[in-house]
């Protein structure tokens, strides 16, 4: 019988009770990448973990690679530093726009996105964040929600206007 620190389920436990402090002591800006190592953290323990949030300020030193979700679809997908170098999902974009800079002179730009939420329930067929995208096309307005493609680089984007489609 395993004793229960040998368990891998307590160590996973363990592993997200650490990156729960940790988050929680980022909250928001730019935290000191030696404080918050937590992929050598993961590896350290010999686990995986999934690490959700709505700000990629904080995930960027929380993960190796981050999927950008969109009512319920995920629309980008990537290397952590790739995905915020080369944003290329208008959602992303906006996201990245939206991320406190703590610069009093900084200009903030608001992010290029108009609209409200769709509705989760019985979302339409077409691309979610068609509602909302300043980008989008009549191709986008006619056409099922697209689905990921490699666009390369390991990343992979859910977009028409981004595939050349529209
Ligand atoms: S598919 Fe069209 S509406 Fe959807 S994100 Fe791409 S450009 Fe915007």
């Known amino acids: 019988m395993k004793t229960p620190s040998k368990s891998p389920l307590l160590k996973l436990v363990a592993v997200l009770a650490v990156f729960a402090m940790v988050a929680a002591a980022c909250g928001g800006t730019t935290p000191d990448t030696e404080a918050t190592d937590a992929p050598d953290l993961a590896s350290d323990f ?71 939420i769709s509705k989760a329930i019985n979302p339409p067929d077409v691309c979610r964040f068609l ?15 697209p689905p990921l493609e490699d666009t390369g680089d390991g990343a992979w984007v859910a977009s028409h206007v981004v595939a050349g489609r529209a």
């Open 131 to 145: 509602d909302r995208c300043p980008i989008a096309t009549s191709y986008c307005e006619s056409n099922p929600h």
């Open 46 to 116: 010999g686990v995986s973990y999934l690490y959700i949030t709505h700000d990629l300020a904080v995930a960027r030193y929380m993960c190796d690679r981050i999927a950008v979700m969109y009512l319920g679809k995920i629309v980008e997908v990537g290397e952590t530093e790739t995905l915020l170098a080369n944003a290329q999902h208008p959602y992303t974009r906006a996201l990245l726009a939206a991320v406190p800079v703590p610069d009093p002179s900084h200009q903030k730009v608001e992010p290029d996105i108009k609209g409200g």
